[in-house]
């Protein structure tokens, strides 16, 4: 599946679930994820939207590494079902 279907797919969902999910468009970092998202009840994560079969590339990992590193969570999502199970981990997947 395309990526843009999976982003959209999954940033309707969020936005379902009372979230937001914020494409994150940086000048100064590259390999930064596709979106920021905020859930109720303060949860924030970010989200690396990839086509199916797809991974993140080396400076994407390499990105994805230092913002775990500072406590956050990363997610690559290369298709519909795993947008699901990241929500569902949170309690807020409503389809």
């Known amino acids: 599946m395309r ?4 982003e959209e797919y999954f940033v309707k969902e969020v936005k379902k679930a ?3 999910a914020l494409k994150v468009n940086s000048t100064s970092m590259k390999g930064l994820p596709d979106r920021m998202v905020l859930l109720p009840n303060g949860v924030l ?3 690396e939207m990839k086509a ?3 991974t993140a590339r080396a ?3 390499f990105i994805h590494k230092k913002l775990r590193g500072l406590g956050f969570a990363v997610y690559v999502i290369d298709s519909k079902q795993k947008g699901k199970e990241v929500l569902l981990k949170y309690g807020v997947y409503t389809s």
Do not use: S, V, Y
């Not at 990526?3 to 999976?6: A, D, F, G, N, T």
């Open 59 to 61: 400076l994407q990992n």
């Open 52 to 54: 199916t079969g797809k």
């Open 18 to 20: 009372g979230g937001l």
């Open 3 to 6: 990526e843009k279907l999976i």
């Open 45 to 47: 994560f970010f989200a």
